[in-house]
């Protein structure tokens, strides 16, 4: 294979973000969260932990990946990080009765869009001997889970729309 015939791929997660400014925008709150949710107990120092995960180049810049974990406000980075959750009234999509965007790391944004949904939906209340009350989502909380985490996954993050 000639060098001509070589085609190189640019994944979004590994290009380097060059708005991105390490010691505005970035989020230690988001940070920590991270790591807590991780399991990862460390004394290396942020920096460290970051080229560890190959989250920075080697001058320091964020990649893409990085920018969607530990940014403070995804839009002023990222347009198409942000999630729009709607609900319409009926099934054409023309009566919009309620819309929400959230525009911060991709976390947050997974966690808020999650009730979002949970908070449109009906829930049935089935009550059992003893007083003992079970409630029941219009779908199973794991359906839409996997469906919200598949938007966020498998989306284009090069197109400039929302999730």
């Not at 320091?60 to 990222?78: D, P, Q, S, Y």
């Not at 869009?113 to 007083?131: C, H, Q």
């Amino acid at each position: 294979m000639t060098k001509k015939e070589f085609n190189f791929l640019i994944y979004f997660d590994e290009a380097i973000n060059k708005n991105f400014n390490l010691e505005k925008d970035f989020d230690k709150d988001s940070f920590q969260n991270f790591l807590d949710l991780a399991g990862i107990k460390t004394s290396l120092n942020c920096l460290e932990v970051l080229r560890n995960l190959k989250l920075l180049d080697d001058n320091n810049k964020m990649k893409n990946a990085g920018v969607l974990l530990f940014c403070k406000e995804a839009t002023r980075h990222l347009r198409s990080a942000t999630i729009t959750c709607a609900l319409f009234m009926g099934k054409t999509k023309t009566k919009i009765i309620d819309s929400r965007e959230f525009d911060f790391d991709l976390y947050i944004n997974y966690k808020k869009a999650f009730n979002y949904f949970k908070s449109n939906l009906r829930t049935e209340y089935i009550i059992k001997g003893g007083g003992l009350r079970k409630e029941i989502l219009e779908l199973p909380e794991e359906a839409l889970k996997e469906a919200l985490l598949n938007a966020i996954a498998h989306r284009n993050y090069f197109s400039g729309s929302n999730i």
